[in-house]
C-alpha cells in the first residue's frame, strides 16, 4: 500500500474526531485541580465532546495515582481531586472513527514521571512508518521511560483503532520485544506509554464502572428488566465501552452483574499498580504513512 490510501474519506473523520479530543482535553485539563470534583470534569469533557459535533468512543477515564486505566467515576461519585498524578484518558469518535488520546496532570510534584510518559510518546511517533517493526516502536518507550528513572507499564500496550472497535490490532507494546509485526500505510493506532515508580505490571481492581457487549455468549435474556437494559444498550453504545453511569436505571449495576454472569456484557475493572505506587499516561492517535505518521490528536501537548 501506499499513501493514496489515506484518500479514504474514513482519514478525514479520524481527523475531525482528533481535532474535537485535543480540544476537549485541554478544556477538561485546565479543570483538574485540588478540591474539583472528578464528576464535574467527567461529564463536562463527555458533554464538550457531543457539543462539537462527536460522540464518545469510550467513558472518560480519570486514573489517579497507582490507577492506570479503566478507572471512571461513578453515578453521584462526590470524589474530589487531591495532591495526585491524575490521568485524563478521552475516546471520540465521528460516525465511529476514533481518536484516544491521554493526558497527565501532576498534582504531586513528582519530577520527570509526566515527561517521562510525553518523552516516549515522542520517542514512539519519531520512530514509527510504514514497514517499522511494533517491538522497535516498544523499544523506543522503554529506553526513553527508563532513561527518565521510571518504568514502563509493561502489560498494557498501545492498540489499533477501527470503526467502532476502540481497541483492535495491531498490539504497540510498552517494552523492546520482538512481535514480528510489522506497520502499513494507513493503520490508525493509538500509542500510549505510561511510566511508573512501581513495578511495571496492573493488575485489577474490584470495582467495574465500565462495561461492553461481550462478544461471546447468546442475547436469549429471560429477566425482562434485564433484557430491557441489555436492549437499550445494544441500541445507544452498540460495541463501544459504556460507563454505569450513563445508564438511566437505578438498578443498572445489579442488572448488569446479573448480565455479565449470563456473558452478554463484560466488566471492565480498574487497573492498577501497587498502592503507593505512581502512574503517568500520553497518548496520541495517529496514522501511519509512508515515511512516517500523522498524529490526530497533536493539539494536546
Ligand atoms: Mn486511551
Ligand atoms: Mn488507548
Known amino acids: 500500500m501506499t499513501d493514496e490510501t489515506l484518500d479514504d474519506p474514513r482519514y478525514e473523520k479520524y481527523r475531525e474526531a482528533g481535532d474535537i479530543l485535543s480540544t476537549v482535553m485541554n478544556e477538561a485539563s ?21 457539543e462539537l459535533g462527536g460522540e464518545c468512543a469510550f467513558p472518560v ?39 484516544d488520546a491521554a493526558t497527565t496532570i501532576d498534582l504531586t510534584d513528582t519530577p520527570d514521571l ?5 518523552e516516549a510518546l515522542d520517542a514512539a511517533v519519531d520512530t514509527i512508518a510504514a514497514g517499522v517493526h511494533t517491538g522497535e516502536v516498544g523499544r523506543a518507550i522503554e ?6 528513572g521510571y518504568t514502563p507499564i509493561l502489560n498494557l500496550s498501545g492498540h489499533g483503532v ?23 500505510v494507513g493503520d490508525v493506532l493509538a500509542v500510549e506509554p505510561f511510566a511508573t515508580t512501581g513495578q511495571g505490571k496492573v493488575g485489577e481492581g474490584n470495582d ?23 436492549e437499550d444498550i445494544e441500541a445507544d453504545f452498540g460495541q463501544l465501552p459504556f460507563a454505569v453511569r450513563w445508564l438511566d436505571d437505578d438498578r443498572a ?38 515515511d512516517g505518521c500523522e498524529v490526530t490528536t497533536e493539539g494536546i501537548f
Open 162 to 184: 477501527d470503526q467502532y472497535d476502540a481497541h483492535t490490532g495491531p498490539s504497540v507494546p510498552n517494552r523492546g520485544v520482538d512481535t514480528g509485526i510489522e506497520l502499513e
Open 61 to 99: 477515564n480519570i486514573s489517579v495515582d497507582e490507577e492506570a486505566s479503566h478507572a471512571t467515576p461513578a453515578r453521584d461519585d462526590d470524589t474530589e481531586f487531591g495532591e495526585e498524578m491524575v490521568c485524563l484518558d478521552v475516546g471520540v469518535h465521528v460516525d465511529g472513527w476514533i481518536a
Open 114 to 118: 509526566v515527561a517521562a510518559a510525553e
Open 143 to 148: 529506553d526513553a521511560v527508563r532513561g527518565r
Open 30 to 50: 485546565e479543570r483538574v485541580e485540588v478540591g474539583a470534583s472528578q464528576l464535574e470534569v467527567a461529564e463536562f469533557a463527555e458533554e464538550r465532546i457531543r
Open 253 to 290: 449495576e445489579m442488572l448488569l452483574r446479573r448480565l455479565e454472569r449470563q456473558g452478554v456484557v463484560e466488566g471492565h475493572p480498574v487497573l492498577k499498580e501497587d498502592d503507593g505506587v505512581l502512574v503517568s499516561q500520553a497518548e496520541h492517535t495517529l496514522i501511519v504513512t509512508e
Open 208 to 230: 467495574a464502572q465500565i462495561y461492553e457487549l461481550s462478544g461471546s455468549g447468546g442475547r436469549s435474556v429471560r429477566n425482562r428488566q434485564a433484557r430491557q437494559l441489555l
